[in-house]
């Protein structure tokens, strides 16, 4: 991994984060994953294995550790 971010030339630093996606209808998140954050704009970068992790876990199907309720709001109608 680059030790500079691609966006700012920023450093990068190892930190856990939370990942989230929609993904059929429902909102994922997934909880420490390892990354690589710019410490000056705050870009986000996944090592390869972190990638086909997070995928495994998304499409997989496996029981999540807990459920969540979360609100929805409509910015505009």
């Given at each position: 991994m680059n030790d500079?971010?691609?966006?700012?030339?920023?450093?990068?630093?190892?930190q856990n984060v939370t990942y989230t996606q929609f993904y059929e209808g429902q909102f994922m998140i997934i909880e420490h994953?390892?990354?690589w954050v710019c410490e000056q704009c705050g870009e986000v970068y996944?090592?390869?294995?972190?990638?086909?992790r997070i995928q495994h876990l998304i499409w997989s199907g496996e029981t999540p550790a807990r459920m969540v309720e979360t609100?929805?709001?409509e910015f505009e109608r």
């Open positions: 500079r971010c691609n966006v700012c030339e920023g450093r990068l630093n190892r994953v390892p990354a996944y090592d390869p294995e972190v990638v086909d609100p929805v709001y």
